[in-house]
Each structure stands twice: as C-alpha cells, then as structure tokens.
C-alpha cells in the first residue's frame, strides 16, 4: 500500500478528468447527429487512451536500468498501439448503403481522434489536447457551413438517389428532360426493364442543398409519366 501512494499522483487523475471532459464535447456532438459514436463510447475511448498513455509513460520509469539487469522501455510504447488498435472500432461505423454510397466516415475519423486525445492529454500536452477539440467541433461544424456559402457550386448541392418507374420506354427522354428543367443535375443514370414490361429509371442527380427531400420528391411528383417514384438521400 505505500508503494502504491508513493507512486500515486494527483496530476494522473487531472489527466483522466481533463481527457474525459474533452471526450464528451466529441460524443456529444457526435450525440446530437445521432451517429454511431456517442457519448459513452467517446468517454471510453477518450479515458481508456489517457489511462494506457499514462501507464506507458509511468512504467518506463518504474522499472529503471540496474546492474544485473538492463530494462529499458519506450515511454509511449502502448500509445503507439493505441493509434493501430483503435482502427476496428473506426472499421465498425462506416457503412455501405444500398445506393452503394459510403457513410460514417467522420465518426470513423472522430473514434480516432478522441483517442488522439486522450493519448495527448495522458503525455500531459492539455492546451494542444483542448486546441485539437476545438479545432476539430469547428471543423466538423462551422466550415462546412462556411464553405457551401462561399465555395463553388458544386459545394452547394447534395447527392439524391431517385428510384423511377416508367410504363413506357418513349417516356425516358421526357423524364429527364423534365428533371433537368427542376434544376436537377444529373451525373449517373442506369436503365433497367423488369419483367412486368416497365422500366427502372436509377439516377443519381445533385440538387441545391436548400432543397428538402419533400420538396424534392414533390416535384418528381408532378411528372405524370413516373408511374411509382423512390427518393433516397
């Protein structure tokens, strides 16, 4: 026990309440996107990572270099592994949709930079630990904002996938022609017959970012020739 209290320091449960803090401003806007990562699993990783930077730094000098026996360790050994390790939960939240469009990659970027987090405030680096968070919620959330009201155009539309079913081949030409007068770009088209003799109209098209899905799908509505109508996005 008293080599325990030797040993103890206060500055290490600073360490984990100030990488816990910062944690849960990650999950937390993670939280309120409804992500993947939340606020239990960004703690976890975020403490979980202090803890181990901490054990690696404090092992390298518990053990210290004798005359019978020469130890020497690198004080970020384990740090190193978190980095490589954490990888499998980041793997876990990237999805693939049936529109072959990839999503959670920003959550997956977010797991490891709450460990990154965690690993700096664990090595004692708390303003670059408090920076990074704040630079990384400002980059998730205000320059993407900034850059669809500054940037190019092709910054302000989004990607919709829209699922048509036509009655009549002839019909094809005027439905597109009909979405392009709806200010709706078109950058991928794939034409199938079903075996009930109609015809699946697969696009994906970009629209302006201030339109809604309802209002999308409210204008591909007025087309009289669309027989059944599938908007995802």
Known sequence: MQ????????????????????????????ELKRKPLGLKTSLVISIVSCLLTIVSIQAAYLFPASDVVKIQMDPLR??????????????????????????????????????????ATG???????IAGVVLLIVSVELIPVLIKLIGF???????????????????????????????MTIDYIHIKELDDQCYLLDLKVQVSYRNSTSDIYEGVSKIDTIYRTEISG
Do not use: C
Not at 123 to 129: C, K, T, V
């Open 153 to 183: 155009q092709k910054l302000h539309s989004k990607e919709i996938s829209l699922k048509l079913i036509l009655k009549d081949r002839n019909d094809i030409r005027g439905v597109i022609q009909a979405l392009q007068d709806q200010e």
């Open 78 to 119: 384990l740090a190193a592994q978190i980095v490589s390790g954490i990888g499998f939960l980041g793997a876990g939240v990237i999805l693939r949709k049936e529109d072959d469009t990839i999503s959670g990659l920003t959550t997956a970027a977010m797991v490891w930079g709450a460990a990154g987090i965690g690993i």
């Open 123 to 129: 090595a004692g680096f708390y303003i670059e630990a």
């Open 3 to 30: 080599v325990i209290m030797e040993n103890f320091d206060i500055e290490m449960i600073v360490k984990l309440l100030i990488s816990a803090i910062l944690g849960l401003a990650i999950g937390l806007e993670r």
